[in-house]
Structures are given as C-alpha cells and as structure tokens.
C-alpha cells in the first residue's frame, strides 16, 4: 500500500461507522468484479493446488482421537 493510501485509511478509520460503510461501498463499487465463472475457476485451480501440496495420508477419525489422546496424557505427565 502506498504512503498516501496507507495515510487515507488512517484517516477513514476515524470516521463514524456509517461513513466507512458508505466509503467502503463506494471503493467496491470503483473495482471491477470478477464474474462467478472465473471466480470459480480461481477457486477450482487453488483447490487443485492444495491437493496436490498434501502429501499426507487419511487416517480413521478414531485412530486419529486415539492418538492425540495419547499425546495429551503424554504432554501432561510432564
């Protein structure tokens, strides 16, 4: 953020909160919108990303309660 913006804000966040809003909504409305297509397309490729970043493997809910119990007794008796 540049020095000028970053000054803006400072002054914008002592307005009273009705007067942010309304400045708010007239910033959103300034920036163009993605549609809902490429918007879900970004969402799709970050959810790919993230899959194939996890390398881990599933574990049974109760194996993995079993564990972290097993860790908390552990923890705990230090």
Not at 36 to 58: K, Y
Request: charged fraction near 35%; avoid cysteine.
């Amino acid at each position: 953020m540049s020095s000028s913006a970053k000054k803006l804000l400072d002054e914008a966040l002592t307005l009273p909160e009705a007067d942010r809003r309304r400045l708010a909504e007239a910033l959103l409305d300034s920036v163009p919108r993605r549609d809902a297509a490429s918007t879900r397309r970004a969402w799709v490729q970050e959810a790919r990303r993230r899959a194939e970043a996890d390398q881990g493997e599933s574990v049974d809910l109760d194996n993995a309660f079993a564990d972290l119990r097993a860790q908390l007794r552990s923890s705990s008796s230090r």
